[in-house]
């Protein structure tokens, strides 16, 4: 079963974070928006770390030594562009050593509104028996991630998959657990109830790609 871990049905600061990413009279200042989507991804790398394997190391002090519990390995930080870059280097901040890759994956409209999800580019490291953390802000009807996944798994089979946004659909979450494996966590700061005709989660926060970087053709 996929695990889900909701982070906002909690009293922290991650629903500050949230709040200011909804509210349309902060939101439009584009550099706050861009660091609050980096706050949260710094929180959920927190979260994840402690689910990485760890090992003791003696460490050199200027009295003596320290037995420390360190991470045994990096994960791969996975990004959807271009939507996803603020949140993931809020977990490049983290996981600073960790290899990277990245994705192209958008709406593709059409004139009767209706819309594809089209993949144009995949640029990663080695998947094979390794943790991927997949970063997109906003997890609406889950159809470009789960299409992201099963082309990421060309570059190898990952040991164990989280997959993070800012904010989630239920229905979206729903379509993960119905179309990817048992070993995927999904990690959002809050979810919503509804998505609109067009797709958007209600109440959300809009567009987060146009929100970060502006308004595109």
């Known amino acids: 079963m996929i695990t889900i871990h909701n982070l906002g049905q909690h009293n922290s600061l ?5 709040s200011e990413l909804r509210n349309v009279e902060v939101q439009h200042d584009r550099m706050r928006f861009r660091r609050n989507l980096e706050r949260i991804g710094e929180i959920i790398a927190y979260e994840i770390s402690k689910m990485m394997p760890y090992h003791e190391v003696e460490i050199t002090t200027p009295l003596g030594t320290a037995s420390m519990q360190l991470p045994s390995e990096q994960p791969v930080l996975a990004t959807i562009l271009r ?3 603020p949140l993931h280097q809020g977990f490049l901040n ?3 050593q960790a290899d990277n890759s990245f994705i ?5 409209h059409h004139k009767d509104g209706s819309f594809e999800i089209a ?3 995949v640029s990663s490291a080695s998947l094979e028996n390794r943790v991927m953390i997949l970063c997109d ?3 609406a009807t889950g159809s470009s991630i789960v299409m992201t996944y099963k082309a990421m798994m060309e570059k190898g089979v990952p ?3 989280h997959i993070v946004c800012a904010i989630a659909s239920i229905q979206g979450i729903e379509h993960v657990k119905s179309h990817l494996s048992e070993n995927v966590t999904v990690w959002a700061a ?3 109830d509804e998505l609109t005709a067009q797709s958007y989660i209600v109440p959300g926060l809009g567009d987060a790609g146009d929100l970060a970087f502006g308004e595109k053709l």
């Open 94 to 96: 983290y996981f600073d």
């Open 159 to 161: 040991r164990h998959t």
């Open 119 to 121: 993949l144009e580019y």
């Open 137 to 139: 802000p906003m997890l």
């Open 104 to 108: 192209s994956a958008y709406r593709k």
């Open 190 to 192: 809050a979810i919503d």
């Open 14 to 18: 991650i629903n500050q974070f949230v």
């Open 83 to 85: 939507a996803g870059l």
